[in-house]
């Protein structure tokens, strides 16, 4: 994974895996894109890579007097200005005490580390052994402004990966203000891409959209105060021919959980610039004399091997280096959550029958969801005052933990830390805590509002109070979740000059939160929700190994959040649940079989009234349970593969592939019947080629060679039996799996 340094042209190549990054020292000073992509060979000299033109350019702007080629926007750029010659957005525009806009870098000097630094109060991935990645960062300098920016560079052995990152610090003696400060910048040398991004909404996060690139600036934004569910931060680039299995493909993730801009401008030279960063709209920074600021990182994959090489990049990247502590690697427990059970109604009697009920299935851990705290009967009292209600939990939440725990099962609970409800204790005590401009009225969400976390005794009280719930009662898991959106952005603990960095140090404040309780109580496993996926981001995965999907839990729109999610996330990021039908959410009626095959593509729970089920329905979800159990390491930590999209068609496929290729499970979901269907050859991919594999369900052994290219014919699915008969299907939302182990030639 070496980086090389060809000094006297100043001249940098990053290597990863399979993967290679260029860049130089331009005739003006500043740093030139050359390439990002396949791995190539180092050479002496790239100078041909920058490809300046040779012959003068019309109606441009130059840098160098006498000379009428050297146009920055004609030249691929590594952390593009505005203002001296480059019309295309930028990566940073700083505003200085003279009203000056104009920032000239020049390079000053480079350090190459093993490696990887931390980023500081910021969520990143990371190195165990220094062995694993270098990293170079480049400092550059405007020699006017007395501004330093330092460009950060990390790239791994394992990977196909690039990670940067900027740090911008003010080294002169009066104030510079930030109104944009993204993380990266990349020029490709052409447009003919579509770019690919998830887009949604609550109960529908995170659907595949992709599109033409288009002349002129694209993008996607958040200005929610967090990632969201309209837009994640994340966006690829695709060749046009590219698909799931082949093809050039380049993924851009931020681990960031705020306000993010990710965009694509297209010039009129039909080049395309990838920005992210985080939003610059209603941010400013203001950096005093010496005091530097940090960008977010942004994680750059490149994939020869279509839309899944990318993803299982992102996947193996993030489970095994942006996932912390005990929880990275281990199986996540089956659990049982009463929100859809109970809503706020429950009694504790009525919880111990779920508990006592879910224990016969073999369920390991029953989350207490929302309404267990003193007056919480709805959603419109109490956030802040996290002491158990003794009319629902007599013996408060250790005895009732307790009686969980003795019913075999561990016990979790759901909290809500960020918010605050008008009416509770916390507020009247406190009523200077609620974010938001206090000068008129403040929006509500969910009839809520957010804690100041800004707040240096906001981030200690959250602290102060989590601790002692954690350490009181025997609490293995939480469920932290955030119902609602920034509004009136503002503070009084900062002065009129830093109002635009509230929503940034919003986010530090939660990171620093969540950073302290984490190595606090790492036994826990926590996970993030955001009314299900208003928060599904790489920087909540740092502190939190998985998030809750969705509050959609429908199986039929699950396929497409699922399948949406999983471009860049793990499937042991996902929480995925069966619930009841009719569903909640959607009122559709789906076999049971088909909500498992949907929620087993992820960290599995139930969240249903068990007590409710017929026998029969019990005794499906006890084998579903022992079923999970026995392949949750291959369905946790196995290599994920997308075959056919519910974008697309009416059927979706997917696998997942034990690392070794001894075992898969592959699934396969049909939305609508189809009357008088032809017969679907289903190809699967990632087996070993040479070696049988016996699908258990058909009770037949095929070669790997055999499932790859020939594929499996579709049998026949009625009601979740399979029949080999593949002359029907019938009834609408089927779905069938197949579990296939390698075994000995003939048997
Ligand atoms: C929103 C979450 O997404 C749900 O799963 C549930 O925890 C509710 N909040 C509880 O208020």
Redesign the pocket.
């Known amino acids: 994974m070496p980086i090389f340094v060809q000094d006297d042209k100043k001249q940098f190549h990053l290597q990863g895996k399979d993967v290679s990054y260029i860049f130089s020292v331009l005739p003006n000073g500043e740093l030139g894109h050359m390439y990002f992509g396949k791995k190539i060979s180092h050479r002496k000299d790239f100078s041909h890579l920058l490809q300046l033109p040779k012959e003068p350019l019309g109606n441009a702007t130059f840098a160098f007097e006498g000379d009428s080629t050297f146009s920055l926007e004609f030249v691929k750029r590594e952390y593009p200005s505005y203002g001296t010659g480059d019309y295309r957005e930028p990566a940073f525009h700083f505003v200085y005490e003279d009203g000056s806009r104009v920032t000239r870098l020049q390079y000053d000097h480079f350090k190459r580390l093993n490696g990887k630094p931390s980023l500081q109060g910021l969520p990143a991935v990371y190195v165990e052994d220094e062995n694993e990645a270098e990293t170079l960062i480049i400092t550059m300098r405007d020699p006017y402004t007395n501004v330093c920016v330092e460009l950060s560079y990390t790239v791994y052995a394992r990977y196909n990966a690039i990670i940067r990152s900027a740090r911008i610090t003010n080294e002169g003696k009066k104030p510079i203000i930030m109104d944009r400060a993204l993380s990266a910048s990349v020029d490709f040398p052409h447009a003919n891409f579509d770019w690919i991004h998830l887009d949604g909404a609550w109960i529908k996060e995170r659907h595949i959209a992709c599109d033409r690139l288009s002349k002129g600036f694209q993008s996607v934004n958040s200005k929610r105060g967090v990632s969201s569910s309209l837009h994640n931060p994340f966006i690829a680039l695709k060749e046009r021919d590219a698909n799931e299995h082949c093809g050039i493909v380049y993924g851009f993730s931020l681990v960031y959980s705020g306000n993010f801009l990710a965009g694509v401008e297209v010039d009129h030279y039909d080049m395309a610039r990838v920005l992210m960063g985080i939003n610059p709209f209603d941010f400013s920074w203001k950096l005093e004399e010496k005091e530097s600021f940090q960008t977010p990182e942004v994680v750059m994959v490149f994939s020869d091997e279509g839309l899944n090489g990318m993803s299982q990049t992102y996947h193996e990247l993030y489970v095994n280096r942006l996932v912390r502590g005990k929880w990275r690697q281990s199986e996540r427990p089956i659990l049982i959550?009463n929100?859809?059970a109970t809503?706020?109604n429950f009694t504790e009697s009525k919880l111990m029958e779920i508990v006592e009920e879910a224990s016969k299935l073999g369920i390991e851990l029953f989350a207490l969801?929302?309404?267990w705290f003193e007056g919480r009967h709805n959603?419109t009292t109490s956030l802040g005052d996290w002491i158990a209600d003794k009319t629902k939990l007599p013996e408060g939440v250790k005895g009732f933990g307790q009686k969980v725990e003795q019913n075999g099962l561990q016990f979790g609970i759901?909290v809500?830390p960020e918010m605050i409800s008008k009416k509770s204790m916390l507020f009247e005590k406190h009523p200077d805590w609620v974010l938001g401009v206090q000068t008129g009225p403040l929006s509500h969400g969910?009839n809520q509002y957010m804690l100041d976390l800004t707040k240096e005794p906001v981030q200690s009280f959250i602290i102060d109070t989590l601790s002692q719930l954690l350490s009181d009662a025997p609490i293995r898991y939480v469920?932290w979740?955030m119902?609602r959106n920034m509004s009136e952005i503002g503070t009084d603990y900062l002065d009129a000059t830093r109002q635009g960095e509230v929503a940034h140090r919003y986010v530090l404040g939660l990171y620093a939160v969540l950073d302290e309780l984490t190595k606090r109580f790492p036994n826990v496993l926590f996970e993030s929700?955001?009314?299900?996926g208003n928060r599904f981001d790489p920087g909540m995965l740092y502190y939190m190994p998985q998030t809750?999907t969705?509050?959609n839990t429908d199986a039929i729109e699950r396929l497409k959040i699922q399948y949406g999610t999983s471009l860049v996330y793990p499937l042991s990021t996902m929480g995925a649940h069966v619930s009841a039908v009719p569903n909640h959410q959607t009122r559709r009626i789906t076999p049971l079989e088909t909500r498992f095959h949907v929620a087993m593509f992820g960290v599995f729970g139930y969240?249903l009234d068990v007590t409710k089920l017929p026998a029969e329905e019990k005794a499906k979800v006890k084998n579903q349970v022992a079923f999970y159990k026995e392949n949750r390491k291959l369905i946790q930590f196995g290599r994920f593969y997308r075959l056919l999209s519910p974008f697309e068609q009416n059927d979706t496929a997917w696998m997942v592939v034990s690392p070794d290729r001894q075992e898969a499970i592959v699934a396969f979901y049909r939305t609508l019947a189809k009357p008088n269907p032809g017969l679907v050859q289903l190809k699967l991919v990632g087996l070993d080629e040479s070696k049988f594999y016996r699908v258990e369900e058909l009770n037949a052994v095929y070669k790997g060679d055999e499932l790859m290219h020939a594929g499996i014919t579709l049998p026949a699915i009625y009601n979740g039996t399979v029949y080999s008969d593949s002359s029907f299907l019938a009834g609408d939302f089927q779905s069938v799996i197949w579990k296939l182990s390698v075994v000995e030639e003939g048997s």
């Open positions: 959550n929100w859809e809503y706020f969801d929302d309404g959603d759901w809500e969910r469920k979740d119902n929700c955001a009314s299900g809750w969705s509050d969240e």
